[in-house]
């Protein structure tokens, strides 16, 4: 299912492989599914602030779909160029709606305030990098092309430690302190958390893979099995490593459809929320 093309090390080559048709169908399928129940779910709960799990689905599923377009047809530019960017840039607005979960489970800052840099700025550096990556014949363009996409993936880690820490003292702090809503039990705070805490392991998971992908090159010599960069060279680690933790978030964040999430008041079925105690 996932074959090789052989003469891996020619810098023109937009692929190092055959990309498999099965592969890039059974994702394409997997993410449209998902993608159309999000729509649903945003359509019925009228969950504005969840459309970039949408607009991240509908990305995913495009550039799967280029995938396998690109089956036997790996000298064409389009496919390659639409598969990469897309899936480099969905998990940027997966990321946007967590942020803005969190906003509104927190009660403290508006959610849409929370992400330091703005997806945009993330996106023109992945736009930017595959762009030079497209249109390079040098190997030192090329690098240049792979290194700004390598600062998109560190910006991105970076901002989802700091979002991580941020959850992570909102949880410490209503466990120490927990307000009359939280002790009542009508609204499911730790289920939430729990599956907010999934969902940034997944993403944290997908983007730590790619910045490995992209350091390692197509000419790093560690070891035999390392050797031209294995993850650039196989298919297969890209369902390993990004197709399935992007999956299983698109699953995990249908939970965010809930009405008392939704709502921008400080109140969750008729009880005030109270404001977190700083420690």
Not at 72 to 101: G, W
Request: charged share 15%; aromatic share 12%; with cysteine.
């Amino acid at each position: 299912m996932f074959s090789s093309l052989g003469d891996q090390n020619d810098p023109h080559k937009f692929w190092d492989y055959n990309p498999s048709a099965l592969a890039a169908a059974v994702a394409t399928s997997v993410f449209g599914f998902l993608t159309l129940v999000h729509a649903f779910q945003l359509a019925r709960n009228r969950s504005g602030f969840c459309l970039p799990f949408l607009i991240g689905g509908v990305l995913e599923t495009i550039g799967y779909a280029a995938r396998a377009g690109a089956h036997n047809n790996t000298e064409s530019l389009t496919p390659y160029i639409v598969q990469s960017l897309l899936i480099l840039l969905a998990p940027i607005f997966f990321a946007a709606s967590i942020y803005a979960i969190l906003g509104r489970l927190i009660r403290r800052v508006n959610g849409d305030n929370i992400a330091i840099i703005h997806p945009s700025v993330l996106t023109r550096f992945f736009v930017g990098g595959g762009g030079i990556l497209s249109q390079a014949r040098e190997q030192s363009a090329m690098n240049f092309g792979k290194n700004t996409i390598l600062v998109g993936l560190g910006l991105q880690i970076y901002i989802f430690c700091f979002f991580v820490k941020i959850a992570a003292r909102f949880h410490r702090d209503m466990q120490r302190h927990p307000t009359d809503s939280a002790l009542s039990g009508k609204f499911p705070w730790r289920r939430y958390m729990v599956l907010l805490y999934v969902a940034c392991a997944c993403i944290g998971i997908r983007n730590t893979y790619r910045v490995v992908e992209y350091a390692m090159g197509k000419n790093l010599k560690l070891t035999r099995v390392w050797q031209d960069g294995f993850l650039l060279v196989h298919e297969w680690p890209l369902y390993v490593g990004d197709f399935a933790f992007m999956a299983i978030t698109l699953i995990v964040c249908l939970a965010w459809y809930d009405v008392d999430i939704r709502t921008g008041n400080k109140s969750v079925n008729g009880v005030e929320l109270e404001p977190l105690r700083e420690v």
